[in-house]
């Protein structure tokens, strides 16, 4: 332990000994500015596929900080955490290292919107992810900030065409250049800071927000269009000073799920888990936030906040005479700190402390800090192409909260995929997208670019089309092939895992095809193990599996020489064999929609008032264009893949 930590400040004071003037004769490849959830896996993902990189970050210590709740995952949160670690991200690595409370979200409902999710050691997320980074061969990491873009024209002949050569850092420090810029400077562009009446400028608390340079140069030297956005945290509570006797004991799951594909255990063993504790708000909660109305300038402001993850005023202000949820949340294993998720607010401190006392359990509560609000400029995404590069921009990329989005995971999968791009731009590669259909990075990406942001954009199951065959189980089997053979950001030990498992899954679901379960001695088998009656007379292993009350774990039991070599895969293999038929009928939708590409959409079509399963957003964006064909129908932004397949089925019912 001790010769890991001297290591690691050996590291983070070479460090900070970077300075601009050192690292100004060397052209990087790419420069990724900001080091939060999407800077980190950005320059780690430009550094795996080969790019020489450089990361510029405000503050090194800050790295893999969790700004907001210590928690990793949930439902469509924790897909993507398992798509960025099947492009061989570190998130999920990072969340198996640091999580101290492992929980299934969702279990009752479907695996396909099953929700990984943890609990997090603050201090112990931040070391993996330092420690990942301080140690990759060909990223240097470096304290600083970053004050401007250098730009050039693209092409004297096109005015308003740009191309990013490098930036400008702060203080007159110098100037460095690459290829590629990936900016990822999450509430920190123009950043303000809220707390009751007073504002400030800042980033994050205690920390100033990014140079105005960086801003005045997006809006006025590149001509973007940016917006404005807000959020807020919770005060952190005294752990000894909550009564937990008085709010519902919540524990984790007996087995903790690892989020990582290469992961077999958590780092934290099953018994030492922290539990955490539901409480509720009250009427007088309530009152102390009305009478606070008119000394909290945040709640005051029109600026958008997360719709999904309100503060107090704003849920009080909304739903008035609601009790609403309060999980108090561990910080970590030796943290004295509580998180009580759902109390993020903005009111002065006294009244924080006022409010809080007014739930039993914190009846005698103390705060460490206070909760504050904070606002910050965005880019609308809308500006970007599919692979995160500004469009009217040559080699500059956004990536992470700057894109309008909330959250830890959402950042991470945008920086991971601005990384691989930048990287790929910076050594002559062509960009890649992902789509809809392989997964929900590429779900979120395409919301953002073609629909832009109106308010903090999270991600939920329910924005994909495709969620049964985007599963959070089988995120390896759907990109880490990908991601090794087409963009060079996967390991070859992970590739070879990937090969693996997906070489043991095929073979058994071919065994489990190949077995016929008719026979009266496997009948009796199967009702000695407690498998209710076979209906029809010829089924396969695989049909069989799809009933609810059948396992694979029983069906090796009765025919361990046809399937116990595959019983490590026993819970993927039950996933697969139940969502296969979704997933083909899905797929032959899809190449339905392809070949019905040039299909003509009658002239008169009444698009608002359709009697087919439309939103009224897709209603509108047809009625307003009008497209000719299905093909046009399905490259107008805002248009999903299943509202092409209804208004295809409809079309060719009436036609
Ligand atoms: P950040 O994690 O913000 O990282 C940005 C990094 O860029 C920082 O390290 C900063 O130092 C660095 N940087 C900025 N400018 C420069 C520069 N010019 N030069 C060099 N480095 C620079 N998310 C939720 O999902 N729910 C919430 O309730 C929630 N509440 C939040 C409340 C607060 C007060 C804050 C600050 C954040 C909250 N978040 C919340 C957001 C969550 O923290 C972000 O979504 C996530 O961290 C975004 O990641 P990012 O990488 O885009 O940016």
Redesign the pocket.
């Known amino acids: 332990q001790l010769r890991r930590l001297l290591v690691r400040h050996h590291l983070l004071s070479s460090c900070r000994s970077q300075r601009a003037s050192d690292v100004a004769h060397h052209k990087y490849d790419v420069i990724v ?7 980190t896996e950005a320059a780690a993902a430009a550094t795996r596929i080969g790019a020489e990189t450089l990361l ?4 090194i210590e ?2 893999g ?1 969790l ?3 210590p928690s990793l995952g949930g439902v469509g949160k924790g897909q993507l955490v398992k798509e960025v670690d099947a492009l061989d991200g570190l998130m999920g690595r990072a969340g198996d290292y640091a999580g101290v409370h492992f929980s299934i979200l969702n279990r009752s409902k479907g695996p396909a919107v099953w929700g990984p999710r943890a609990q997090l050691d603050r201090g112990r997320y931040r070391e993996f992810v330092q420690s990942q980074l301080l140690n990759m061969p060909r990223l240097t990491v470096m304290e ?4 401007d873009l250098i730009v050039s024209a693209a092409d004297p002949e096109k005015p308003g065409k740009h191309r990013v050569t490098g930036v400008r850092m702060a203080d007159g420090a110098g100037e460095i250049l690459a290829s590629s810029v990936v900016i ?6 123009s950043g303000s800071l809220f707390m009751g009446r007073t504002t400030s400028p800042g ?3 205690g ?1 100033p927000p ?2 105005a340079g ?1 801003s005045h140069s997006l809006r006025e030297v590149l001509g973007l269009k940016l917006g404005r956005l807000r ?3 919770p005060p952190r509570l005294i752990k000894d000073t909550v009564d937990f006797s008085l709010a519902e004991l919540h524990l984790p799951d007996l087995r903790p799920t690892p989020f990582s594909f290469i992961n077999t255990h958590t780092h934290c063993k099953p018994e030492d888990q922290l539990p955490c504790h539901l409480t509720y708000t009250t009427p007088g909660v309530e009152k102390v936030v009305r009478e606070s109305l008119h000394v909290n300038s945040h709640i005051q402001q029109d600026t958008k906040g ?1 719709r999904y ?1 309100p503060s107090i005023e704003s849920r009080v202000v909304r739903f008035p005479g609601r009790q609403h949820q309060v999980w108090l949340e561990p910080e970590g294993l030796t943290s004295d700190l509580v998180y009580p998720q759902g109390l ?1 607010m903005t009111m002065p401190p006294e009244l924080q402390l006022r409010l809080l006392r007014e739930i039993p359990a914190l009846h005698r509560v103390e705060i460490r800090t206070p909760g ?3 606002q910050y400029d965005f880019v609308c995404p809308m500006q970007l192409f599919p692979w995160l590069q500004v469009k009217c921009v040559q080699g500059l990329f956004l ?4 894109n309008g ?4 995971e ?2 991470a999968a945008q ?1 991971l995929w601005a990384g691989v791009n930048a990287g790929r731009t910076a050594l002559s590669l062509p960009p890649l997208s992902l789509s809809r259909t392989e997964s929900y990075i590429g779900v979120m990406i395409d919301d953002l670019v073609s629909r832009g942001v109106t308010e903090p954009y ?1 991600m939920f199951t329910s924005r994909a089309e495709f969620r049964t065959s985007l599963r959070p189980d089988n995120a390896d089997l759907r990109l880490t092939l990908r991601g090794f053979e087409e963009l060079g950001c996967v390991s070859s030990q992970r590739y070879s895992e990937a090969l693996r498992v997906r070489h043991g899954l095929s073979e058994a679901l071919v065994a489990l095809q190949s077995v016929t379960l008719s026979s009266p001695r496997w009948r009796e088998k199967l009702r000695d193990a407690g498998i209710s009656e076979v209906k029809s007379t010829l089924i396969s292993g695989e049909e069989m599996l799809q009933h609810k009350e059948v396992s694979f774990e029983m069906l090796a039991s009765i025919f361990p020489e046809i399937f116990a070599p595959y019983l490590e895969f026993s819970q993927r293999i039950k996933i697969e064999a139940v969502y296969r038929p979704h997933c083909e009928n899905q797929k032959r939708e899809m190449e339905r929609i392809q070949e019905e590409e040039s299909l003509t959409l009658p002239p008169d079509i009444d698009y608002l008032s359709l009697p087919v399963s439309l939103s009224d957003e897709v209603r509108e964006v047809l009625d307003r264009a009008r497209p000719d064909t299905l093909g046009a129908a399905t490259r107008l932004p805002g248009v999903t893949p299943a509202a092409i397949v209804h208004l295809l089925n409809y079309v060719s019912k009436t036609e």
Do not use: W
């Open positions: 500015v900001g080091g939060g959830h999407a800077g510029i970050t405000q503050k800050t790295i900080a700004s907001c709740n600083g900030s970053v004050d990822t400077t999450g509430t920190f562009l980033g994050r608390m920390e990014s140079c960086l959020t807020g945290t997360p993850c993020s504050y609000g904070v990536a992470g909260q700057i989005t909330t959250g830890y959402e950042a920086g999270r």
